[in-house]
């Protein structure tokens, strides 16, 4: 298998999901939370308004397909919600730029691929590889998805921004300190 080729069940969820009052529950983030993320609530709160079994139910490498713009007002809490919950990526007909790129910087792929909602049900196995933008339905169908840069797969590999640079830093002062 291709290591950009992700497999999952889908959870599929309909058009202008808000990140903030839908994907979580902002309100209770923005008065009880601190500086930190506390992945345990955010996982526990993540689809439950839409959803209430998506918390006990998810499993590790599922992925969530969403319809026309989806995760709209959101912050970063949103994306660090989806990925604690286990979810391989997130397959969209439309969205933001900004969960896309908040996301990625969590370590979580978004895609956007028109016609996704009418040809995956809940439960489909669904293949998606970022790298490439092909998608592919449990029919049998591909569908074509914008597919990352090189530095955007870097980035989703290793976890996210931070995890990347902090690699690259460390190969760097290696290197210098090998000289």
Known sequence: MDETLLRGRVW??????????????????????????????????????????????????????????FGHHNHVEVSVAIKASGIAAVVVESCESGIIRRAL???????????????????????????????????????????FSP????IWRAGGSIPLLQREFAERRAAAAAR
């Open 12 to 69: 599929k969820f309909g058009d202008n999901i808000s990140g903030d009052d839908g994907i979580i529950e902002f309100s209770i983030i923005r008065e009880g939370f601190g500086k930190a993320f506390d992945e345990a609530a955010l996982r526990a709160m993540c689809f439950r308004r839409l959803r209430p079994e998506f918390p006990e139910q998810v499993r590790p490498g599922d992925i969530v397909v969403g319809g026309r713009n």
């Open 105 to 147: 910087n969590v370590g979580l792929p978004v895609m956007t691929c028109p016609g996704i909602t009418a040809a995956v049900e809940d439960g489909d196995v669904l293949e998606a590889d970022p790298a490439t933008g092909l998608i592919r339905a449990a029919d049998g169908r591909v569908l074509p998805s914008r597919p």
């Open 151 to 154: 530095r955007m797969v870097e």
